[in-house]
């Protein structure tokens, strides 16, 4: 997939929240990112998922998410490709990579999708005042009284997946997976997914661990899997990873740079304030301008009144 132009915008969207958040003071330190020591993960085995949507069940329940539109135990919408919003943090979708059974019918993989709390993630670099955070167990969290609502993080994120609340005219939040940080805060809390997947398709624990159960699985059985751990390097590693039988191209999963996102962009930012261009420059050049375009709306009669005023 050619994802250029993608990766252009969004880090442009990181560099435009670095450059204005690089004068904004405590609120910058709050958001910068960093990787956690020893984060939490979650492997997802897409060999064992069956689609049944319990997790898409339990991730409403412990959220408190709207009724779906579609009822829990109807698996047509597995076919909707569809994507994480504001009313259900992860959905489960269906695809068909080729594989064939006995009777010559194809085989389905089923992708459970969620917010993949990145190592180091756009979408808190991007965000301009704090709001998104890097927390040491690995959650990428919220906090509603911060965002002032620019969506910034919806552009900076390259997997798509902050929603914002459009429905909520007056106090609208950008909504997406918490990782369950109030319940994995807790000893031995899992998140309401990994819990409740009644084939064990979803293994949580530190993500050194399960980044290790998943290279043994591949070793241990190179037929069943192909050579690959989704999210052990993807824009830096995420904290939710992927084994799979097939490649994960065909299973809806976009091929992203090793390197985090934000990484680009704060090189520009170094760039740019070695050269003395900085973003409170910009805003004086940008007020300058401002200041000639209204002169030149003032007629002649208006700037005569005004030269007298200051001559009194
Ligand atoms: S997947 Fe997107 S929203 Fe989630 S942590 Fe990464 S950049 Fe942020
Ligand atoms: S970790 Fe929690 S919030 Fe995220 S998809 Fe699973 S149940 Fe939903
Ligand atoms: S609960 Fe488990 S098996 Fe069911 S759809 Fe989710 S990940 Fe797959």
């Known amino acids: 997939m050619n994802i250029s132009r993608r990766f252009f915008m969004k880090t442009s969207a990181v560099a435009v929240g670095g450059a204005v958040s690089a004068k904004a003071g405590t609120a910058k330190a709050e958001s910068r990112s960093r990787a956690p020591a020893d984060p939490f993960g979650c492997l997802v085995d897409l060999t064992q998922c069956v689609g049944c949507r319990k997790c898409e069940q339990a991730c409403n329940e412990v959220n408190h998410l709207p009724e779906p539109k579609v009822a829990f135990d109807d698996t047509r919408v597995l076919d909707c490709k569809r994507r994480p919003d504001q009313n259900a943090f992860t959905v ?16 389905p993989t089923y992708a459970k999708i969620q917010c993949m709390h990145c190592q180091d993630p756009a979408c808190v670099s991007a965000c301009i005042v704090g709001a998104l955070t890097k927390q040491e167990n690995g959650a990428v969290i919220y906090d509603k ?20 609340e459009y429905d909520q005219p007056f106090t609208p939040e950008v909504r997406k997976c918490t990782y369950c940080f109030e319940r994995i805060s807790k000893e031995g809390g899992k998140p309401g997914c990994a819990s409740v997947c009644p ?15 998943a290279k043994d699985k ?6 069943r ?16 990873m992927y084994i799979s039988e097939h490649p994960f191209e065909k299973l809806g999963f976009l091929t992203l ?7 680009l962009p704060e090189t520009i930012q170094h760039t740019i304030f070695k050269f003395m261009w900085a973003p409170m420059t910009l805003f004086a050049a940008l007020a300058g301008g401002m200041w000639v375009f209204n002169r030149r709306q003032m007629t002649g009669e208006d700037i005569s009144e005004e030269r007298g005023a200051d001559n009194e």
């Open 92 to 107: 489960v979708n269906r695809y068909y990579p080729g594989k064939k059974d006995e009777q010559n019918r194809l085989v």
């Open 145 to 164: 009284s911060k965002c002032i609502g620019c969506r910034y993080c919806m552009v900076a994120c390259p997997f798509g997946i902050p929603a914002y």
């Open 199 to 213: 084939v064990e398709a979803i293994t949580f624990g530190k993500r050194d661990t399960v980044l290790a159960l």
């Open 218 to 223: 591949i070793k241990k059985d190179p037929g």
């Open 225 to 240: 899997y192909i050579n690959k751990v989704y999210g052990e390097e993807e824009v830096g590693g995420t904290s939710w």
């Open 257 to 263: 740079p090793k390197k985090p996102l934000p990484t």
